[in-house]
């Protein structure tokens, strides 16, 4: 009791700051849940056989909750999807090193992306930490240029019918499809005619400069590795799962056997 008094209060002096806030919680939780279930077990078919029947449950629901985890996107996360800098063409789209592009200059079977479309939002995101910052950096400030237009190819078809069995049918083929084709994307922007702003007045609208070059920033989207960390679990979990319960039905096979010659020898004698 002594013992026990004595680590309730080590464990009250603590400062709870929150990395060790962190780990105490994941090791009562660990030990409540966890060990409380042992606990039973050992007490009724001995410890050696009820921890192994309780790690096999624990395999057993990590992997239901990490293939929970991998159908939606949620629990431990990978890197997510994201747009990545290939290629800036200052110019003559014909002299890009992209196939896709130089094949079509003009862009005639790229679709076009309006200011609205998320998809333009986020890869406009990429330029301006493209053209601003790092080894591509090309202004000072996204105030020093233009956004003119954007563009896309590639990717996973979009929804066209938006009646109800279109919007049904475009969720089952979706779903259905593994593969998903390179998405290219390409925002152009142009230098902003220089402005002076007028004292106690807001900073006028930068107004691209037609006299300077187009300078199109081509980009690849990066799928990343969202679901791999519970793709990982769910699949590592499942190995364990059937090893155990593989252990387990080789135990109680060798059980039977035993207690078959058991009743032989009885008869015998």
């Given at each position: 009791?002594?013992?026990?008094?004595?680590?309730?209060?080590?464990?009250?002096?603590?400062?709870?700051?929150?990395?060790?806030?962190?780990?105490?919680?994941?090791?009562?939780?660990?030990?409540?849940?966890?060990?409380?279930?042992?606990?039973?077990l050992?007490?009724?078919?001995?410890?050696?056989?009820?921890?192994?029947?309780?790690?096999?449950?624990?395999?057993?629901?990590?992997?239901?909750?990490?293939?929970?985890?991998?159908?939606?996107?949620?629990?431990?996360?990978?890197?997510?999807?994201?747009?990545k800098?290939?290629?800036?063409?200052?110019?003559?789209?014909?002299?890009?090193?992209?196939?896709?592009?130089?094949?079509?200059p003009?862009?005639?079977?790229?679709?076009?992306?309006?200011?609205?479309?998320?998809d333009?939002?986020?890869?406009?995101?990429?330029?301006?930490?493209?053209?601003?910052?790092?080894?591509?950096?090309?202004?000072?400030?996204?105030?020093?240029?233009?956004?003119?237009?954007?563009?896309?190819?590639?990717?996973?078809p979009?929804?066209?019918?938006?009646?109800?069995?279109?919007?049904?049918?475009?969720?089952?083929?979706?779903?259905?499809?593994?593969?998903?084709?390179?998405?290219?994307?390409?925002?152009?922007?142009?230098?902003?005619?220089?402005?002076?702003?007028?004292?106690?007045?807001?900073?006028?609208?930068?107004?691209?400069?037609?006299?300077?070059?187009?300078?199109?920033?081509?980009?690849?989207r990066?799928?990343?590795?969202?679901?791999?960390?519970?793709?990982?679990?769910?699949?590592?979990?499942?190995?364990?799962?059937?090893?155990?319960c593989?252990?387990?039905?080789?135990?109680?096979?060798?059980?039977?056997?035993?207690?078959?010659?058991?009743?032989?020898?009885?008869?015998?004698?």
């Amino acid at each position: 009791m002594t013992t026990l008094t004595t680590l309730a209060m080590t464990f009250a002096g603590i400062s709870w700051k929150p990395e060790i806030r962190g780990v105490l919680t994941v090791a009562v939780a660990v030990a409540i849940l966890c060990g409380s279930v042992y606990l039973l077990l050992a007490t009724n078919v001995g410890s050696r056989l009820g921890f192994l029947v309780a790690l096999t449950a624990l395999t057993g629901w990590m992997a239901c909750l990490g293939a929970v985890w991998w159908m939606y996107g949620q629990g431990p996360q990978g890197q997510i999807g994201s747009w990545k800098v290939i290629e800036i063409n200052e110019g003559d789209l014909g002299q890009a090193q992209l196939e896709e592009i130089s094949s079509d200059p003009d862009l005639t079977e790229w679709e076009e992306l309006p200011e609205s479309d998320p998809d333009r939002a986020e890869a406009q995101a990429t330029v301006d930490a493209a053209l601003t910052s790092g080894d591509t950096a090309r202004f000072e400030a996204t105030t020093d240029y233009v956004s003119i237009d954007g563009w896309a190819i590639g990717g996973k078809p979009k929804l066209e019918d938006r009646s109800a069995l279109g919007r049904v049918w475009y969720t089952i083929t979706d779903a259905a499809r593994i593969t998903h084709p390179t998405h290219y994307a390409i925002v152009q922007v142009q230098p902003a005619i220089e402005t002076q702003a007028i004292p106690g007045q807001a900073p006028p609208t930068p107004t691209a400069d037609p006299s300077e070059p187009v300078i199109s920033v081509i980009m690849v989207r990066d799928l990343g590795e969202k679901r791999l960390p519970a793709a990982i679990v769910t699949v590592s979990s499942l190995i364990l799962f059937l090893v155990l319960c593989y252990m387990l039905h080789r135990r109680d096979k060798l059980l039977n056997e035993h207690l078959e010659d058991a009743k032989l020898a009885k008869a015998g004698a």
